[in-house]
């Protein structure tokens, strides 16, 4: 059958995809089950031979937002070019802070999986799907369903909005401390 | 500490800074892309802020589940659902 031919082999892609947008095996699990089942009811605006892999990455995705509405509203904020430049802000202040190598750094991991599950839809899903998933803007823009532009000024705010929370992280733990001050104060 | 892009970012890199992720992000036109190497090679502020947004991306594609084989336990619950919606292999 075709759906067993087409469909089926993509599950074990499908699974990483899910796993990337829930943060959490047990969720990532419901989302794959619900994504077959709406690839397989809506299997007849499928078209053969057509990429198979993104049109159940296309559902998996819209499954994972309707499980997210029904648990948290989404959020709903403009994002405009402006967050660009404010990039530059976070930037200034990771310098004054010494932190501006954090990210080659520190391992920063955990606290990159945790300030993902604060940062809000739209800006959420963009971000996983580009910066961690690594798609181009415009398997961005066909996943989400929406313009280019709009998948760029989506990230520009979710990429400051992680930076400011990955920044204040490593505030918090001290990162922004050198060995070298560390020293120069024990020895004080 | 910087709270306005005018104080934190000097006025000839506002711009600057908002083309280092289109061109990180294989956005930028060519004839843009020469002038803002010219400028990073020329502006150290800029050339930092472009490192600091190269180890951002790189931090967040460390976190990407590695490829292999979903759960056993997926298959089976995908092919017990299907099932029950009538699927047939």
């Known amino acids: 059958m075709a759906f067993e031919r087409e469909a089926l082999p993509w599950i074990d892609d499908v699974y990483r995809f899910a796993l990337s947008l829930t943060r959490d095996e047990s969720d990532a699990d419901d989302v794959v089950q619900d994504t077959y089942l709406r690839a397989y009811r809506s299997w007849h605006t499928y078209l053969p031979g057509s990429d198979c892999r993104r049109w159940l990455f296309t559902i998996c995705r819209n499954v994972f937002l309707r499980s997210r509405e029904r648990a948290r509203p989404t959020v709903e904020l403009e994002a405009t070019d402006a967050d660009a430049a404010a990039g530059g802000v976070v930037y200034a202040t990771a310098v004054r802070e010494g932190l501006e190598d954090m990210f080659s750094r520190l391992d920063l991991g955990p606290a990159i999986n945790d300030a993902l599950t604060r940062i809000p839809e739209p800006f959420r899903s963009t971000l996983i799907i580009v910066d961690v998933e690594d798609q181009s803007y415009e398997a961005a823009a066909e996943l989400l369903g929406v313009p280019i532009g709009t998948v760029r000024s989506r990230l520009f705010r979710g990429r400051r909005l992680m930076q400011e929370q990955l920044l204040d992280y490593a505030k918090d733990a001290g990162f922004n401390i050198r060995p070298a001050l560390v020293e120069q104060r024990r020895n004080a | ?89």
């Open chain 2, 1 to 89: 500490m910087p709270e306005t892009i005018s104080e934190a970012v000097p006025a000839a890199c506002v711009e600057v800074i908002r083309q280092v992720w289109d061109h990180l992000d294989d956005q930028l036109h060519s004839d843009e892309l020469s002038a803002l190497r010219l400028h990073l090679v020329e502006c150290p502020h800029c050339a930092g802020f472009e490192r600091f947004q190269i180890d951002y991306r790189d931090a967040m594609r460390s976190i990407r589940p590695r490829p292999g084989v979903a759960p056993w336990h997926i298959r089976a619950r995908v092919l017990d659902a299907l099932a029950d919606a009538g699927f047939c292999p």
